[in-house]
């Protein structure tokens, strides 16, 4: 399994997703990504991914003044 294989995974499974463009450049990209519909996650498992992603961004305020020399 490749790091691109749960990426994928994660969205397929994900509540709120309705399709995933996974946007191969070659056939060789896409041969190696399909596999990545057929995994599963244990229960439980996604939960916490899930949580993260739903947290909102950090407000502006509290980001570094990247302008500042």
Known sequence: MTLVDPAIAFVLNH??????LIGPRT???L???LPAA?????AGVLEPVISVTLR?????SS???LSAP
């Not at 057929?38 to 244990?42: A, C, H, I, K, S």
Request: charged share 20%; aromatic share 4%; glycine share 0%.
């Open 15 to 20: 509540s709120s997703v309705t399709s995933a």
């Open 27 to 29: 056939l060789q990209h």
């Open 31 to 33: 041969e190696t990504q």
């Open 38 to 42: 057929d995994v599963t996650f244990e």
């Open 56 to 60: 909102s961004p950090p407000s502006s």
């Open 63 to 65: 980001r570094a003044d």
